[in-house]
């Protein structure tokens, strides 16, 4: 089974510029988190989508957004991008609702978002 | 605001020794999970605790949960180059803290380097 699938890869913006970046969950996984990791640090979680609904939001501006669609594939969206906004977005996915005990996370490889 | 403090933050050692990594915090959580992260690509699942106590082994590493829940610590036995990485113990908060209830709070990670 494929693992969570994140696109692009890499991409480099210049500031000013508008990003989506787009995330396959695990077949059969209904929720999906966003995180932010800036070189050097652990990752920092900016929102969680579960059955289509925003359960939970990070402390990050208004410039970023999500959704989740109808068969669980999420995509965030960045506006008017900043110098910092430049980090590794990582996308999880996991079976149960957001609380459960146990529950599992299992991350994407990630896309590497520079902003110049 | 909620932290998990990893140390130590950097490690280097000989290929054959044994280390210890420790992830603290003041926090009860529901369930903590440590990852392996490899330069430019996603958190890769070691394990996930969930009772106070658990013991958890997987080949050289061992893992373990505090009875609290509130600390863990990571320990390999003859440590491989093949172990080189960065380590990130990430708990699930019990409260709903600003709606982000269920998610992963992050440490800064231990970079771990073992020379052959």
């Known amino acids: 089974d494929a693992g969570v699938t994140q696109s692009p890869t890499h991409l480099i913006k210049t500031r000013g510029q508008h990003v989506t970046l787009r995330c396959s969950p695990i077949?059969?996984?209904?929720?999906v988190s966003w995180y932010q990791q800036v070189l050097g640090q652990g990752p920092q979680f900016i929102f969680q989508?579960?059955?289509?609904?925003?359960?939970g939001r990070g402390n990050f501006p208004d410039r970023f957004s999500a959704r989740q669609f109808p068969n669980y594939s999420s995509e965030l969206n960045v506006n008017a991008l900043l110098l910092g906004d430049s980090a590794l977005y990582l996308c999880?996915?996991?079976?149960?609702?957001?609380?459960?005990?146990?529950?599992?996370?299992?991350f994407g490889e990630g896309s590497w978002l520079t902003v110049v | 605001t909620q932290l998990l403090e990893q140390s130590p933050q950097f490690l280097s050692i000989q290929e054959g020794e044994n280390l210890t990594v420790y992830c603290n915090s003041s926090?009860?959580?529901?369930?903590l999970q440590w990852y392996r992260q490899e330069p430019g690509e996603g958190p890769v699942l070691l394990v996930t605790?969930?009772?106070?106590?658990e013991v958890k082994k997987l080949k050289r590493l061992t893992f373990q949960f505090g009875d609290a829940r509130k600390d863990s610590s990571l320990h390999i036995t003859a440590a491989q180059p093949g172990d080189t990485g960065l380590y990130l113990c990430?708990?699930?908060?019990?409260?709903?803290?600003?709606?982000?209830?269920?998610?992963?709070?992050f440490g800064k990670g231990t970079k771990l380097s073992v020379k052959p």
């Open positions: 999880a996915s996991s079976l149960a609702s957001p609380g459960s005990t146990g529950n599992t996370i299992y």
């Open positions: 077949s059969g996984h209904k929720s």
């Open positions: 989508y579960y059955e289509k609904e925003e359960r």
């Open positions: 926090s009860v959580f529901s369930s």
């Open positions: 605790v969930v009772t106070g106590g």
């Open positions: 990430a708990g699930v908060d019990v409260r709903n803290y600003g709606g982000s209830q269920g998610n992963l709070i």
